[in-house]
Every structure is written in C-alpha cells, then in structure tokens.
C-alpha cells in the first residue's frame, strides 16, 4: 500500500517539477517527513536522487523538443558544481542560519519578480544581442515554440550575473539540500533574459549533474532507503515524463502562476527555519 | 540563426533514454521481487537506483566525445572540467 502512495507522491512530483524545472523537494519533504515519519537526513538523500530522476525524465522530452540549451547547460554547470564542491567543504563548518535566511529571501524575491511579470508590469521580452561572454561562450540559441508553432532566436544577458547566482545555487544545494533547480530559472529566466521554457528544460537538464555528486555520496555511506527512494523514483521518472509532454503547450502564464506559489512557500519555510522554526 | 547542436540533442536523448530504461526496468523488476519477499531483491534495487544515479554523470561524459567529434575545443575543455570538478566534490563529500 505504501508503495502505491510513494508511487503516486513521485508521479506528482515528477509532473510539477519537470513543468518548472524544480527538483520536486518541495512537494517530496512534508510528505516524507510528516506522512512516513522518515528523519529529514534520509528525506534530503530521497530528494537528491529524485531530482536525478525528474532531471532525467523531462530532459528525454526536452531535447527531443528542441528547447533545451545545451551550452548554456554545459557552460553554467562549470559554476553549480565549483558552488557544489564549496558546500561540500563547508559542511559543518558554519551554522546554516543565515544561509537559510539569505536563499529564503531570494526566493520570495524571485517570485516577486515572477509576479511583476505576470501582471505584465515587466512583460517577458526577449534580451538584446549585446553580452561579449554570451557571444564568446555561443550560448545565443534559438527554440521551437509549439504554442504558436514558430522557432524563437534569443539572446543571453548578463551571462556573469547569471554564473554568479548558479554558483549560489550549487551551493545551497550541495550544503543546504534546497533549490537545486528554483535558483537555477531565478539565474536564466529573471538574470539572463533567457524565455521561461528553455530556462525551465534547461534547469532540469542541469539539475541532474548537481545533483548527481550528492547522490553518490549518499548512495555509498547508506543513508538511502531503498523501500521508500524506489517507488519515488519510479514515479518520478513517470510523471516527469508525463510533464515534459505538457509544457511545450502550456502557456507562460499558467506556467508562472503554478511557479510563485510553490517559490513563496519553499521561501517563507527556509525564512523562518533562520528562526529556529522547523516546519518539520 | 543562432547555435543550436541537434547530433548532440538526438545523442544525448539515446544516452539519458537507455540509461533511465535500464534502470527503470531493473527497479520495477527489484520492487516486484519486495512485495513477493524475494531475499535479494535489495541488490536488485540498489543496482536499478545506481545506474539511475550514474545516468547523469554518464551523460556529461558522453558530451566530451560529441563534443570532440564537432571539435567544438572550446566545450570539451568546459565539460572536462566540470567531470574535474564533480569528481573533486565526491571524494571530499565521500571522505568526511
């Protein structure tokens, strides 16, 4: 019975998160720590891995779809994981207080900005043709719209900015366990002026080599539960899937409006867990 | 018309797909063996949840030779490093 809701939990998740190009933890925490009673070392170790495989399901589609950019993929993971092996150096070294606050913070930013956006305030346009590095690394590129079924040329702005917050976000997530994709549309989508849906697939094409250092460590010291990580991941892998077939066809806007709810609750909690209030 | 590396598109889609089916199906195949009580079904499992795991890393490995074949230099010396860097981060997060 438990397997089915485990099933079922991943499947959700692997849907959500594939649409916004999070990691599912979101959805993936409360339901393991609170309904399972699973200690939250095992749940981060849970999420890592099911991140690996949202990452990987929706990525499957994404190239096939022509949205994802895999230079930019290619050139922002230099900054993720040099961010991922810092957290890792630094565990333990300092308390997380502050870091909790300060990402918790970003992330209601980001949904502010997300919002602005969608009350047409700051409306989704495309960057100019000006950054040197942009142009350097070729990250400029183009995708294929099946909403209004035509190809989109875009250009990439502030590429350092945008290197800058990847190095953030590889670093909450090796250290934190938190945001392994959320940040990562922050940086291309509100920094890099890069369209929300290559920003979402390319996210989740990421997500899974951050994640993947984590993953191993976890996988080898035993802190993986194998009854509870499977059935997760096999629903995951479905529903990410599943996901990945939707959102070329979704518009921008439902997108976002699915998106700020679940940025403002993952930041309100990492804001009050620097408190000392622990939701679970 | 900007960039775009369609091989490396329908390449890496073959990688991530036999990668995440194998797995897949050995996962399925070890939770199968659970619910029947089947003794080994914990390595079955374990070797399903490894190459799922490994999938990605398989996948940035798979990018440098592409990436060679288009002697596109410039990502190869990229993706290499970023394979550096994640081995780097494993065996310090391994070792403490």
């Known amino acids: 019975m438990s397997i089915l809701i485990l099933i079922f939990v991943g499947l959700f998740a692997g849907i959500l998160g594939s649409i916004l190009g999070l990691g599912g933890g979101v959805i993936v925490t409360p339901i393991l720590v609170l309904g399972f009673n699973l200690p939250i070392h095992y749940s981060i170790a849970a999420i890592i891995i099911a991140v690996i495989g949202t990452s990987t399901g929706s990525s499957i589609a994404y190239l096939k779809d022509d949205l994802l950019n895999i230079r930019l993929g290619m050139f922002l993971e230099i900054f993720t994981t040099i961010g991922a092996l810092i957290g890792a150096v630094l565990t333990g070294v300092f308390a997380p207080n502050y870091l909790n606050f300060f990402f918790g913070a970003l992330l209601i930013y980001q949904a502010y900005n997300m919002f602005q956006k969608l009350r047409g305030k700051k409306p989704d346009l495309l960057a100019v043709k000006n950054d040197k590095y942009a142009e350097y690394f070729h990250l400029n590129s183009r995708y294929f719209d099946k909403l209004n079924n035509k190809e989109v040329d875009y250009y990439v702005e502030k590429t350092l900015l945008g290197a800058l917050i990847m190095l953030g976000a590889g670093f909450a997530s090796g250290l934190l366990g938190i945001g392994s994709g959320s940040f990562k549309v922050f940086a291309m989508d509100s920094a890099m002026k890069v369209p929300l849906k290559p920003s979402s697939a390319t996210s989740n094409f990421m997500m899974g080599v951050t994640a993947a250092t984590s993953a191993l460590i976890y996988f080898f010291n035993g802190t993986v539960r194998l009854e509870i990580v499977v059935p997760i991941v096999i629903g995951i892998v479905f529903g990410s899937t599943l996901g990945s077939r939707i959102m070329p066809k979704m518009n921008n806007k439902l997108i976002r409006q699915i998106f700020i709810p679940v940025v403002v609750l993952s930041g309100i909690q990492l804001v009050i867990k620097a408190f000392g209030v622990n939701l679970y | ?96």
Not at chain 2, 7 to 25: C, F, H
Not at chain 2, 29 to 50: E, T
Not at chain 2, 56 to 76: G, L, Q, T
């Open chain 2, 1 to 96: 018309m900007n960039n775009k590396d369609l091989k490396m598109e329908k390449y890496l889609g073959w990688v991530l797909r036999v990668g995440a089916g194998i797995s897949m199906i050995i996962m399925i195949l070890g939770l199968i063996m659970a619910i029947l009580h089947n003794r080994n079904s914990d390595l079955i499992l374990s070797v399903g949840l490894f190459i799922m795991i490994l999938t990605p890393v398989i996948r940035v490995v798979a990018s440098i030779f592409i990436f060679a074949e288009e002697k596109n230099w410039m990502y190869v010396k990229i993706t290499l490093f970023v394979l550096f860097v994640l081995s780097l981060a494993f065996l310090i997060g391994y070792n403490k």
